[in-house]
């Protein structure tokens, strides 16, 4: 199994930025990425961000050319820059592991508050 804490979040004005990380830990070698989700009241749980270890990246078309994300060398730890965050970026965003190959089984973070006041 993975378990992933993440961290960072917090409130900000419109056009500022703010950075997330995420700590995997277990069966690290099976994962398959890792990345964001989010949840703003009343809409679906979306993808913000995610990467593989291999450093494939897929990112969310509304955050595309504003967020960035990366990982470190040892693949178990990634970080999610937010810059020219808007107001509709805010929700709870949610670390997530996929891992296990082909099983897709997924491990979920406890979720973290962005709120971007205008």
């Known amino acids: 199994q993975v378990q992933v804490v993440e961290s960072g979040g917090g409130s900000v004005q419109a056009g500022g930025s703010l950075r997330l990380s995420c700590i995997a830990s277990g069966s690290i070698f099976s994962i398959n990425s890792m990345g964001w989700y989010r949840q703003a009241p009343g809409k679906q749980r979306e993808l913000v961000a995610k990467?593989?270890?291999?450093?494939?990246?897929d990112y969310g078309d509304s955050v595309k050319g504003r967020f960035t994300i990366s990982r470190d060398s040892a693949r178990y730890t990634a970080a999610l820059l937010m810059n020219s965050l808007k107001p509709e970026d805010t929700g709870v965003y949610y670390c997530?592991?996929?891992?296990?190959?082909?099983?897709?089984?997924?491990?979920w973070g406890q979720g973290t508050q962005v709120t971007v006041s205008s």
């Open positions: 990467i593989t270890p291999g450093g494939t990246t």
């Open positions: 997530n592991a996929n891992y296990g190959g082909n099983r897709n089984y997924n491990s």
